[in-house]
């Protein structure tokens, strides 16, 4: 793998077509290995002179964030400095010059900003379900395994066994076991494939770490305590930004967003930067968000999963219509209980169902997308017409309802945080580590210090 990687950096010095392997935005531990392994392989096993190469959908500063994702290539003794990463290569310009084709890997719809790039998309590779409107017309392998690296490995295994060396394969091993918590039976994360072949991988490789001794340091690096100090440091809306994803339909756009705090404790500690002031975070200079959904993550005294839903909207009748469908939908049933608002534009509930993640929560929200746009009256006048007036008065008062950050206002745009299993169906088995009422308030009072500090020193 390290000689592989070499290569590909030593690739993009030269000007020639390229095959790009993509993982997804959060660039979590799973789509990093996966988009690695299957550039690998495609490398490895093309009987043309094609030049395939892995890149991760971040930017190169945002790795450290990602704990377990260091902590694994140090492990396997694969150094940083080989990987390639978004900020390190023009996609556009490759794709406008013709150069450019795409696999996707853990992941098989493109966000906005990449829109232009899905005609070059030939392959997607997946472990979640397919959104059919969205998903490239190419040749798709979907499968729902607990890890997309489970399905790379099958494809390794299946077509070209010999290629795979020790170090894709600890990577492989590493990242299935922690997608799949441990493989553990109780929590049924895990299908029976991903048991087979984290049982081939050892059974190749006999010196692979012990599962739990490779799954508690992948838990530890992840939630290392200093990434939730790191926390308190953010404004409420870079904390909504770090972890989001977007639904959107007939121009109306909605964030939901991840937090892993007490939404309430966040609120007292940073009440400048509280609910009354936050509105949905802009990621883009010409576009904003008509509503928000933040879901808090946290754990209580007794190690116990605490899961908090917030509903921010200025726009009564889409505010409303999304917190009916969350508060009556009994496939899941997320067990609401109103909680109290800052905020007459923010609905607060406290989740009683844990096992509902935000992956499970996203249809529901379409759902509510579907049942806003439906009671809506459409205007009389052609048929053919009058959806297209919907979705034009849906544009402007989604301009009107939250107008963007300015150029000079906005900030960049932070990355995902490198949780996603704990979002996405994770059980929150082992907890996080512990944070004290004291350690957290010594942190708000060195931030509120520091930023007196700042002020007053602006004003001499």
Known sequence: MEDYLQGCRAALQESQPLHVVLGNEACDLDSMVSALALAFYLAKTTETEDVFVPVLNIKRSELPLRGDNVFLLQEIHIPESLLIFRDEIDLHTLHQAGQLTLILVDHHVLPRSDAALEEAVAEVLDHRPIEQKHCPPCHVSVELVGSCATLVTERILQGAPEILD????????????????????????????????????EALFTDLPKRNDIFDSLQKAKFDVSSYI?????????????????????????????????????????????WPRCRPPCFLPDSS?????????????????????????????????????LERSHSPALKLTPAPSPHPNLQAYLQGNTQVSRKKLLPLLQEALSAYFDSMTIPSGHPETAREQVDKESDRAGTSLIPGLSQDEEEPPLPPTPMNSLVDECPLDQGLPKLSAEAIFEKCSQISLSQSTAAFLSKK
């Open 166 to 201: 020790r170090q894709t394969a600890a990577l492989l091993h590493a990242t299935i076991i922690l997608d799949c918590v441990n493989m553990d039976l109780k929590i049924g994360k895990a299908t029976p494939k991903d048991n087979k072949y984290v049982e081939k991988l």
């Open 289 to 325: 968000y008509d509503a928000l959904v933040a879901m808090a993550i946290f754990f209580n005294a007794h190690n116990e999963p605490v899961r908090q839903l917030a509903i921010f909207c200025p726009h009564a009748a889409l505010r409303m219509t999304i917190c009916g469908v």
């Open 230 to 274: 790191y926390f308190l440091g953010l404004t409420t809306e870079q904390m909504l930004r770090k972890d989001q994803k977007t639904i959107f339909r007939q121009g109306i756009k909605v964030a939901i967003s991840a937090i892993y705090m007490d939404l309430e404790v966040r609120a007292r500690c940073l009440p400048a930067e509280a």
